[in-house]
């Protein structure tokens, strides 16, 4: 998909969708290949207040140069789109899990971080500090599964290619304060 495509796809699903900067040639494409992409994960950002989360996942941080995804979901419900190509969010991750997102099967626990995930997952990043008390507002879970089944309905996944951080990455709790599952249902439900 080209990045207009992607936003094409966001956009016809509904949402609000803010664009940052140069978002379409902000990539990570220098350090590896961007593709095949074979789904989208989902994760928190442990951060709070809008401008400064946009602004995180945009430029990064030392240790961490940024993209550090797609898009960022805030809290009212838009998506900033931040980056396209491949994004510091993923890491590395399961191959056996990758097989199943690509199967479209249910998925195995992840055990082990031996695949590149910044090559073959489109991210958002959703604004949230992952703490299992931070609210999550309707409006945002509204727009994480708007945003998930834009971009499955475009390449004809269903929703078993959404997955989040804490399902591809050992040791990752990410998204905190919902369930994939329910969020898969959501998903599930869009694409009807």
Known sequence: MSASSFLDALRSEGLTVVQV???RHHNRNGKGPWGPVHGVMI???ATSGGK???ELCRNGHPDLPGPLCHGVITKDGHVHLVGYGRANHAGLGDDDVLRAVIAERT???DNEANTDGNRCFYGFECENLGDGEDPWP????EAVEKAAAAVCRHHGWTERSVIGHKEWQPGKVDPRGFTMASMRARVHDRLK
């Open 21 to 23: 900067g140069d978002w």
């Open 43 to 45: 994760h928190h950002t």
């Open 52 to 54: 400064r989360t946009v």
């Open 107 to 109: 998925l195995p626990h």
């Open 138 to 141: 309707a409006v945002q879970l």
